[in-house]
């Protein structure tokens, strides 16, 4: 199967290139480097692209098992994934259990890592340039990136996701802190979960020591975060 994953770079990102392979499909391949920053620390992390491309793979799959449609066809075992291709939304969708990261720089009146009454969902314009700015669904629905109907079932699932994945995490002793997940639509007008799920996109804490991308936003070395990264997936199960 991955021989036949051949195809045309259309896009490289800081931590992903994207290769279209026909009009249905496309390829995501893990970079092995991390950045932060955007992208001002920037590190060659050997072993990191398997294992964000694994754990991107085992939540899809887990996810999909519970009815959340999402856009992984194939993992190939290494750093690469098989998706169906999407018109995309350009929005992050954040969902925040405890207080950490940009919420506490919008809303120093909360203290870090309070648990929120209930789960939050954010919505963030992708844009580099405006260091994706926080957005409310107006704004979105007003821009034309997605009606209020998608919005709503986005927020849905992004819940869902949240209530399957912290779930899982606590069964293994972790903390799900937030994460963010991207979303796309098909060809017949569905909302589709996207992009990855890894320790780079998401906050997961054993004893309060961070397995994810925290680490080397607060100075660790790539090496080590290979090393959390291979842990967590050790507690997770993943191969
Ligand atoms: O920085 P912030 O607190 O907004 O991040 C919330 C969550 O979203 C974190 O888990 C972070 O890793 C993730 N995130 C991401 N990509 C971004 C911004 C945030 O994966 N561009």
Redesign the pocket.
Known sequence: MASNWVGELIYEGKAKRVYRVNNEFLVMEFKDEVTAFDGVRKEYAPGKGRLAAAQTAFFMRLLDKYGIRNHLVDWDGDRKILVRSLKMIPI?V?V?NYA????LRRMPLVRPMTKFSRPLVEF?LKSDELH?PLITMDDIVEAGLASREQINEIVNTALSVNSILSELMISRGLVL????LEFGVDKSNNVVLADELSG????VLINGRHL???LFRKGASAMDLVKAYEELNKLLGIP
């Open positions: 992050e954040i925040r950490y990261g940009s919420f963030h994706d802190v937030d994460f963010k780079d996109t998401m906050r994810d991308k925290e």
